[in-house]
């Protein structure tokens, strides 16, 4: 570790051999139950950029800056068990004026149970490519671009563009991820998310689920090919589109909303709908439902299209809306916001009436029951 205080003065060369020989000779340090067969501490730029290529999974924080109150510290470290052999390799590059840090991790065996563990200034960009899993946790920076073969899970992130890719990996994001430009895609993984805040989001599935807990981003896109959509809490504008057939369910959705499937069925509960939105869907399994506020019936100027159009009891009010053939529903407030539905095929549309706070009654009452 007395070498180790001394690396600031080495160049990126002497880090390299550093790294290198260290494995030799492997002084053990605990880390949790694992151990820590192999670390490099340096001083970089605090808006440095990382870029990171690994073959094994890799856990990404930053470091303590009650301990590096300089927030310009950066540790590598393999961990594993404890073994004579590493089955592991790191090197490290550091070079224009410590503005750039090049991570190369390799496995050394077809099988093994190592991680490289990273703590980083807490602004600086990461650029990762993993054949593993990944995971990032409380950076503030400027990026934050991860391609993973694996799994990616993220937890209280902030960043200008963050950009996160896995081929059939899982993405999940935990606490706040906020980007103001943010672009989130799996093909066959799921991808779940607490809550985004932001400017911009692209959020996209072949075949796996996205779910959400709130999402107050200003202009979100989802969008999927077969996957299910369960999208709570969706404010401002936003963007749904199937191309082949999924399901969908929405609630709490608050500002502008517009949808496209191409099937499968749609269930939706708008609490409260700002300009215009619109809902077109085709070839559904069976009968959309839409459950609109009291807020939005009152101020909102509703359009409805479909083979069948019926209303729940709880709208038999404005039943006059209704035309004779009860294949379209028009109600004017005269007001600015408008609520358009067309669906077409063998299965029509029901027009409810339900609110947030009726929903969270209602799941309330069956977490009693469930006692």
């Not at 993405?171 to 911009?200: A, F, P, S, V, W």
């Not at 075949?207 to 200003?218: L, S």
């Not at 019926?310 to 009860?326: G, Q, R």
Request: proline share 1%.
């Amino acid at each position: 570790m007395q070498n180790l205080q001394h690396m600031r003065w080495l160049s990126a060369v002497t880090t390299k051999i550093f790294i290198r020989s260290a494995s030799k000779s492997t002084k053990y340090a605990m880390a949790g139950n694992s151990l820590v067969h192999n670390e490099l501490q340096r001083y970089v730029n605090p808006r440095a950029r990382i870029n990171v290529k690994s073959d094994i999974y890799l856990h990404v924080e930053p470091a303590d800056v009650h301990v590096y109150t300089g927030g310009d510290v950066f540790i590598a470290q393999l961990v594993g068990e404890a073994v004579d052999n590493c089955t592991a390799s790191m090197e490290v590059d550091i070079s224009n004026e410590d503005k750039l840090v090049n991570v190369v991790v390799k496995k050394l065996a077809q099988q093994s149970r190592f991680k490289c563990s990273l703590k980083i200034p807490v602004q600086a960009e990461m650029h990762i490519e993993a054949q593993g899993n990944v995971c990032v946790k409380n950076i503030q920076s400027e990026a934050l671009q991860v391609q993973a073969a694996g799994n990616i899970v993220t937890k209280n992130v902030r960043a200008t563009n963050i950009n996160l890719k896995s081929e059939n990996g899982n993405i999940k994001c935990e606490g706040t991820l906020l980007g103001k430009c943010t672009e989130i895609e799996t093909h066959n993984g799921n991808i779940y998310m607490e809550k985004l805040q932001g400017d911009r989001l692209t959020c996209s599935t072949k075949a796996g689920n996205i779910n959400t807990d709130c999402c107050y981003v200003d202009q979100s896109k989802f969008e999927t090919t077969t996957g299910q959509l369960e999208l709570k809490n969706v404010h401002k504008h936003s963007e749904v589109h199937v191309h082949q057939a999924a399901d969908i369910n929405m609630t709490g959705v608050h500002g502008s909303l517009n949808v496209n499937s191409k099937g499968g069925s749609i269930q939706l509960q708008l609490s409260e709908l700002m300009g215009k939105s619109s809902i077109n869907v085709e070839n559904l399994k069976n009968e959309a439902i839409i459950n609109i506020s009291e807020a939005i019936e009152n101020s909102t100027n509703i359009a409805v299209k479909a083979c069948q159009v019926s209303l729940a009891s709880e709208l038999e009010h404005v039943s006059h809306a209704l035309n004779a053939d009860k294949n379209a529903f028009e109600l004017n407030n005269e007001h600015q916001h408008h609520l358009h539905v067309c669906s077409t095929g063998e299965h029509g549309v029901r027009l409810g009436k339900q609110s947030w706070t009726d929903i969270m009654r209602e799941t309330m009452k069956i977490m009693a029951e469930k006692k």
